[in-house]
C-alpha cells in the first residue's frame, strides 16, 4: 500500500452522531456531509451516519453523486441554485435546494418542475449576512412558496450562527431571538443549531441541529479538544519514514535551509506533503508520533515529504509509522493552531492521492 493514508473509524462517525443525540436528544438530525465529508469520503461517511433523520451538503452535484451512491435520506443543498435547469435537476433527484434569495421564490412561480420540491427550507439571515432573507421579509416570501405549485409541503426555516463557537456572545442570543420569533409567528420548524451550538447553546436545539465538524471528532472550539466533549476522532493521518540518515553541525535541511543542525543529528525523511494537502505552515513547528514518542517536523513541508528531528530515537528503522494527527495526544486541533487555521481547513485539504481506508468495524 501506497502511504500516506487517512484512516477513517466507521465506529467513531457512529459514536460522534450518538453524541449530538445526547446533546440534543428532542430534535432531528441533519448531517453535514459537504466538500466530500469534510475530506473523509462522503460515500462511506453516509452509509455509516445512516442513523442521521437528513443530510445536508453544499451544491447541486454533491447531492446528485449521494443519489448515485444510492443515500435515500432527505437531502439539502445548503447553497441552493438559481437556475431553472438546476431547479428542474435537484426535483429529479429529490433534493432540497435551500431559499435563500428573493429571485429564487420569483423563479419557482415562474418555471415547470417535473415533480414539486420537498423537505423545503427557507434561509433566514438572523445575523451572519452571509446568506439568506431578512426576518422582516420572511412572511411574504413563506407565503408566496407555500402558494407555489412547484413546492409541497410544510417549510422550515434555516438559518446559521455567525458566533456559536464564542460561548457567550450575546450575538448569538440575538440571532436565536430572530428565529423564535419567526417560529412564534409561523409555528414552522426551525434549524439553527451547527456543532458549536449543538454542545453549547441547548435553548437553539429546537426541531433540527445541523451538525458538522463535531461528527469527525473534531471540536468547534478554539480552547476544547474534541475529547472534552465525549467525541472520538474519526480521521488518523498516517504516513511511513522513507530515509533515515546523519547531518554534521552546520548542516542544513530542506528549501531555504531553514534548520541548522546545531549538533550530530539523525535525521528521518516521511512521505507526505503539500501535495497531499499537508499544511505548509506546519513547517518548523509541528510535532508527528514515531513509535508512540513524540518527534518534531524540522525544515520547510515540501511537496511530498517532510524532515524529522530523531536524535532522540534509538530504535528506529525505514518503514516505521509516522501519525501525523489523529489520536487523543495529537489531535488535529492542535496542529491547526500551530498552522494558525482551522481543523476544518486541514482535514478537507487531504488529496485525492492520499488513500483514505476504513474501518469495518459494526
Same mark, same amino acid.
Given at each position: 500500500? =501506497?502511504?500516506?493514508?487517512?484512516?477513517?473509524?466507521?465506529?467513531?462517525?457512529? /459514536?460522534?452522531?450518538?453524541?449530538?443525540?445526547?446533546?440534543?436528544? =428532542?430534535?432531528?438530525?441533519?448531517?453535514?456531509?459537504?466538500? =466530500?465529508?469534510?475530506? /473523509?469520503?462522503?460515500?462511506?461517511?453516509?452509509?455509516?451516519?445512516?442513523?442521521?433523520?437528513?443530510?445536508?451538503?453544499?451544491? *447541486?452535484?454533491?447531492?446528485?453523486?449521494?443519489?448515485?451512491?444510492? &443515500?435515500?435520506?432527505?437531502?439539502?443543498? !445548503?447553497?441552493?441554485?438559481?437556475?431553472?435547469?438546476?431547479?428542474?435537476?435537484?426535483?429529479?433527484?429529490?433534493?432540497?435546494?435551500?431559499?435563500?434569495?428573493?429571485?429564487?421564490?420569483? %423563479?419557482?412561480?415562474?418555471?415547470?418542475?417535473?415533480?414539486?420540491?420537498?423537505?423545503?427550507?427557507?434561509?433566514?439571515?438572523?445575523?451572519? /449576512?452571509?446568506? @439568506?432573507?431578512?426576518?422582516?421579509?420572511?412572511?411574504?416570501?413563506?407565503?408566496?412558496?407555500?402558494?407555489?405549485?412547484?413546492?409541497?409541503?410544510?417549510?422550515? %426555516?434555516?438559518?446559521?450562527?455567525?458566533?456559536?463557537?464564542?460561548? +457567550?456572545?450575546?450575538?448569538?442570543?440575538?440571532? *436565536?431571538?430572530?428565529?423564535?420569533? %419567526?417560529?412564534?409567528?409561523?409555528?414552522?420548524?426551525?434549524? $439553527?443549531?451547527?456543532?458549536?451550538?449543538?454542545?453549547? !447553546?441547548?435553548?437553539?436545539?429546537?426541531?433540527? &441541529?445541523?451538525? +458538522?465538524?463535531? $461528527?469527525?471528532?473534531?471540536?468547534?472550539?478554539?480552547?476544547?479538544?474534541?475529547?472534552?466533549?465525549? !467525541?472520538?476522532?474519526?480521521?488518523?493521518?498516517?504516513?511511513?519514514?522513507?530515509?533515515?540518515?546523519?547531518?554534521? &553541525?552546520?548542516?542544513?535541511?530542506?528549501?531555504? +535551509?531553514?534548520?541548522?543542525?546545531?549538533?550530530?543529528?539523525?535525521?528521518?525523511?516521511?512521505?507526505?506533503?503539500? @501535495?497531499?494537502?499537508?499544511?505548509?505552515?506546519?513547517?518548523?513547528?509541528?510535532?508527528? !508520533?514515531?513509535?508512540?514518542?513524540?518527534?518534531?517536523?524540522?525544515?520547510?513541508?515540501?511537496?511530498?515529504?517532510?524532515?524529522?528531528? $530523531?536524535?532522540?530515537?534509538?530504535?528506529?528503522?525505514? +518503514? =516505521?509509522?509516522?501519525?501525523?494527527?489523529?489520536?487523543?495526544?495529537?489531535?488535529?486541533?492542535?496542529?491547526?493552531?500551530?498552522?494558525?487555521?482551522?481543523?476544518?481547513?486541514?482535514?478537507?485539504?487531504?488529496?485525492?492521492?492520499?488513500?483514505?481506508?476504513?474501518?469495518?468495524?459494526?
Amino acid at each position: 500500500m =501506497d502511504f500516506p493514508v487517512a484512516y477513517i473509524d466507521v465506529a467513531a462517525l457512529r /459514536h460522534n452522531l450518538s453524541q449530538v443525540r445526547a446533546y440534543a436528544p =428532542d430534535s432531528k438530525v441533519m448531517s453535514v456531509i459537504k466538500a =466530500d465529508a469534510y475530506g /473523509h469520503g462522503v460515500r462511506e461517511v453516509a452509509a455509516a451516519l445512516q442513523g442521521s433523520d437528513a443530510f445536508a451538503v453544499a451544491r *447541486l452535484s454533491e447531492g446528485i453523486q449521494l443519489r448515485q451512491y444510492g &443515500v435515500t435520506h432527505p437531502i439539502v443543498l !445548503l447553497e441552493g441554485v438559481n437556475t431553472a435547469e438546476d431547479f428542474i435537476a435537484a426535483a429529479e433527484h429529490d433534493l432540497s435546494p435551500l431559499i435563500h434569495l428573493q429571485s429564487q421564490v420569483d %423563479l419557482l412561480q415562474t418555471i415547470t418542475l417535473p415533480k414539486p420540491l420537498q423537505f423545503n427550507w427557507l434561509m433566514i439571515d438572523s445575523g451572519m /449576512h452571509r446568506l @439568506g432573507i431578512r426576518p422582516e421579509r420572511a412572511l411574504v416570501a413563506l407565503e408566496a412558496l407555500a402558494a407555489c405549485d412547484n413546492v409541497q409541503g410544510e417549510i422550515g %426555516l434555516m438559518s446559521h450562527f455567525a458566533n456559536s463557537d464564542l460561548v +457567550g456572545d450575546k450575538r448569538n442570543q440575538a440571532q *436565536l431571538t430572530h428565529m423564535l420569533s %419567526l417560529k412564534q409567528q409561523t409555528g414552522l420548524p426551525v434549524c $439553527l443549531s451547527n456543532s458549536a451550538a449543538v454542545v453549547s !447553546l441547548p435553548e437553539s436545539h429546537l426541531e433540527w &441541529v445541523r451538525p +458538522g465538524l463535531m $461528527l469527525y471528532g473534531i471540536s468547534p472550539f478554539e480552547n476544547r479538544f474534541a475529547v472534552a466533549l465525549g !467525541l472520538k476522532p474519526v480521521m488518523q493521518l498516517k504516513t511511513k519514514l522513507i530515509a533515515i540518515y546523519d547531518l554534521q &553541525v552546520g548542516e542544513q535541511v530542506g528549501y531555504g +535551509g531553514d534548520w541548522t543542525a546545531s549538533e550530530p543529528t539523525k535525521i528521518g525523511a516521511a512521505s507526505i506533503g503539500y @501535495g497531499d494537502g499537508y499544511s505548509r505552515h506546519l513547517s518548523n513547528k509541528a510535532p508527528v !508520533l514515531i513509535n508512540g514518542r513524540l518527534a518534531n517536523v524540522i525544515g520547510r513541508v515540501s511537496m511530498d515529504t517532510i524532515c524529522i528531528d $530523531l536524535n532522540d530515537f534509538d530504535n528506529v528503522a525505514v +518503514g =516505521d509509522e509516522v501519525l501525523l494527527w489523529g489520536s487523543e495526544s495529537l489531535p488535529v486541533e492542535q496542529l491547526a493552531q500551530l498552522a494558525q487555521t482551522i481543523p476544518y481547513e486541514l482535514v478537507t485539504v487531504i488529496c485525492k492521492r492520499v488513500q483514505r481506508e476504513y474501518s469495518r468495524d459494526t
